[in-house]
């Protein structure tokens, strides 16, 4: 077994957590899982790592309940592999550790709700382009549970933004978070072109990780024709890698434009995005 020398503390929380998920294959094959990727095969080629290790990592996590395998082919067997509850509670840890690493290790350190177009969560982003979106399912200001792309429309709009000042207060400083401002100019604009995008049979969903009562609202006050879905739980972030920052004892989603094609396969990116005008303009043009 691996690690055969390390011997958690018992009442330490965190060592224990690292007796299970402390290998960084671990963490990766969470992170893939939460992707989309299934298959023995597909988290092989996503990870690039050997057959021997995957298996026995995979194995450990089966284990320790983390993930759960279905067999989908006989002679020989072969399995898919899903996150269990208590595997996609560690969705948020992943996403700390991304919002840490593009903080820290990619960028400069400071607290920012955007990115140069030649930084790393922005190539992120731009490589989402003829991917398949996993399906999510997130709760939504209509009182439903939704998959985040719409299968009755011909395309789906998914907009993110880091979050609205009605009716909870934003948190202070606030304003000084370059990228963080906007969020309620986005959601008029969207409502605004909504009939033009209905002629087009183009879904419009706003997406933050705001509380979906908290989401109630501010459409309420504001007339929002659109669906806004709560990501709180981090979700689509985790599946889609999508670029996040810590404010108010949140993560708080950077302001991000997908079109997604009926076929779930993402057609353009914008990001960043400087000019919330031009980047509905954008959208309705290019879905």
Not at 166 to 194: H, Q, S
Request: hydrophobic share 40%; with cysteine.
């Amino acid at each position: 077994m691996r690690r055969s020398t390390f011997s958690p503390e018992p009442d330490c929380a965190i060592a224990q957590s690292l007796g299970v998920i402390g290998d960084g294959w671990e963490l990766l094959i969470v992170r893939d899982l939460a992707r989309g990727l299934a298959r023995f095969d597909e988290l092989a080629g996503s990870l690039h790592i050997s057959r021997k290790v995957l298996t026995e990592r995979l194995n450990g996590l089966v284990d320790s309940q983390i993930v759960n395998k279905t067999a989908y082919q006989d002679r020989p067997t072969r399995y898919a592999y899903e996150l269990t509850p208590r595997g996609r509670a560690l969705l948020p840890v992943l996403v700390a550790l991304q919002d840490w690493g593009d903080r820290w290790l990619l960028g400069d350190g400071s607290l920012t709700g955007t990115n140069a177009a030649d930084e790393p969560p922005a190539q992120r982003l731009h490589e989402l382009v003829g991917q398949r979106v996993p399906y999510v399912a997130l709760p939504s200001i209509a009182g439903t549970t939704v998959d985040v792309v719409d299968p009755d429309a011909r395309a789906t709009v998914l907009f993110g933004y880091p979050a609205t000042g009605r009716p909870t207060r934003l948190p202070d400083g606030w304003d000084e978070i370059a990228g963080a401002a906007g969020c309620t100019l986005e959601n008029r604009l969207f409502a605004g072109r909504y009939d033009e995008f209905a002629a087009q049979r183009i879904a419009v969903r706003g997406v933050s990780t705001q509380r979906t009562d908290e989401q109630q609202a501010f459409a309420r006050a504001e007339e929002i024709p659109h669906l806004l879905l709560s990501d709180l739980e981090l979700e689509l972030v985790a599946a889609l890698r999508l670029p996040t920052f810590r404010a108010g004892g949140y993560e708080r989603l950077k302001r991000v434009v997908l079109v997604v094609g009926a076929d779930r396969v993402v057609q353009a990116v914008r990001y960043p995005v400087t000019d919330v005008a031009d980047a509905v303009d954008w959208a309705l043009t290019t879905a």
